[in-house]
């Protein structure tokens, strides 16, 4: 594979990160002081998977 297409992956995996975390704040944390565990779960495994994109990509690229 080219570097450019590694880039594109870095791009994508460092978005993908960033909108995650997000979702997770917003999310996992409906109010204040509450915590729902079955979303948290969820977004964070989204923050894992997209973590690792990006650092494949970085290794890569």
Known sequence: M??????IVLVIGAVFWIFSCIMFIFRAFPQRDIFDSRLGI?????????????IVGLLNA
């Open 42 to 54: 969820r977004w964070g495994a989204a923050i894992a998977v997209a973590f690792s994109i990006w």
């Open 2 to 7: 080219s570097d450019d297409l590694w880039s």
